[in-house]
């Protein structure tokens, strides 16, 4: 993964949004007749997907698409502008239902992480970029219209129902982080997890023969494996505190409590 963090909303914004919702003057039929802004932006996260996101360019995208360089300000006035059409691209969600789940806001928020989860292992550039102040746009907004669809019977104000989603990105963003660094550094290091840890083997059994660490060497041989999945572990503490929290505001507002919601589904 390539160091250095791109930013979004780094081009012109009013372009942007009018490329995003497909607002703005369209531009005129030029010498590839199958060149489509659509196409550029698809090409654009194949690129950055294969090779990295310090892979794309103007040059290399035209290059990838055998027109000239120039034939793609036609249609994106530049690389900002091209960022922010791929972050709403791959946030395309679903169309399947499934994907949140089949039951109520604990089944939406589970889906709604392991989904995201799964997005940046298939877009590993996405860490590489500061979304702190994203261009909203289409897919964005569907994505969490129907998360929000799905969690408003939890019966919390709107910032809470904004925070909540907030909590679960910022969640699955440090485990992602972490699972892809750990890809990155087995790639380049030429040594697998395990390899890497036996060659410490000898030393961080010394250590813990010391004397100095009773807690870590009381622990048993599967603390550290990697049978136990920290994710899920890490997701489901979530839920179960929200779960509290639903339960605690339905007792206290009453039975009309929650939009009319039903007692707190998936009981922790």
Excluded: C
């Amino acid at each position: 993964m390539a160091s250095g963090t791109e930013t979004s909303g780094s081009g012109d914004i009013g372009r942007t949004l009018e490329l995003l919702w497909d607002t703005g003057r369209r531009p005129s039929r030029g010498p590839r007749p199958g060149l489509t802004l659509e196409r550029i932006v698809e090409v654009a996260v194949e690129v950055a997907d294969r090779d990295g996101l310090g892979a794309v360019s103007m040059r290399r995208i035209a290059t990838e698409l055998g027109t000239g360089t120039m034939s793609l300000y036609r249609y994106v006035p530049g690389k900002g502008e091209l960022l922010d059409l791929m972050l709403d691209r791959v946030q395309r969600p679903s169309e399947n239902p499934a994907d949140l789940g089949d039951g109520g806001w604990r089944a939406a928020l589970e889906g709604l992480g392991h989904a995201t989860l799964a997005l940046y292992r298939r877009h590993t550039w996405l860490l590489e970029v500061n979304q702190s102040r994203p261009v909203l746009g289409p897919s964005a907004l569907d994505g969490m219209e129907r998360v929000l669809a799905r969690i408003k019977p939890m019966g919390l104000t709107d910032p809470e129902l904004v925070s909540v989603i907030v909590m679960i990105d910022g969640y699955v963003v440090g485990a992602a982080r972490t699972q892809v660094y750990e890809r990155e550094a087995e790639r380049r290091s030429g040594l697998t997890d395990a390899q890497f840890w036996a060659a410490q083997g000898p030393v961080l059994v010394e250590a813990m023969s010391s004397g100095r660490y009773p807690v870590l060497s009381s622990l048993s041989e599967d603390a550290f494996g990697t049978g136990f999945d920290h994710f899920e572990f890490g997701l489901q503490r979530i839920l179960d505190g929200l779960e509290v929290l639903v339960a605690s505001r339905r007792a206290a507002d009453g039975p009309a409590a929650g939009n009319g919601s039903a007692a707190p589904e998936d009981p922790a």
